[in-house]
């Protein structure tokens, strides 16, 4: 059974940064093109930065430039590289399979204060 857990979440003011992990297991395999999702309250969850299993990125515009998305395959975990953090991306942050989703972790919240 597939299983994702997040961590890494945290407070931080504008300006700041922050690095989240993502531990796969089960038969999530290293070709899978994985991504780091979030959902802010209200709103959808929405896909913000996803990497190949040959290491391909891409990013949405609201981070690109910000937010930095690595692998290491060899330990089935994802990383999220956050810098230059914004009010605006306060969210709780999930990672997932990028098309066909397993089920979803807990997540990891995310708070940036002004």
């Known amino acids: 059974q597939e299983q994702l857990v997040e961590s890494g979440g945290g407070l931080v003011q504008a300006g700041g940064s922050l690095r989240l992990s993502c531990a796969a297991s089960?038969?999530?395999?290293?070709?899978?093109?994985m991504g780091w999702y979030r959902q802010a309250p209200g709103k959808q969850r929405e896909l913000v930065a996803r990497?190949?299993?040959?290491?391909?990125?891409v990013y949405a515009d609201s981070v690109k430039g910000r937010f930095t998305i690595s692998r290491d395959n060899a330990k089935k975990t994802v990383y999220l590289q956050m810098n230059s953090l914004k009010p605006e991306d306060t969210a709780v942050y999930y990672c997932?399979?990028?098309?066909?989703?397993?089920?979803w972790g807990q997540g990891t919240q995310v708070t940036v204060s002004s």
């Open positions: 089960g038969s999530i395999c290293r070709i899978n093109t």
């Open positions: 997932n399979n990028v098309g066909p989703v397993y089920s």
């Open positions: 990497i190949t299993g040959g290491g391909s990125t």
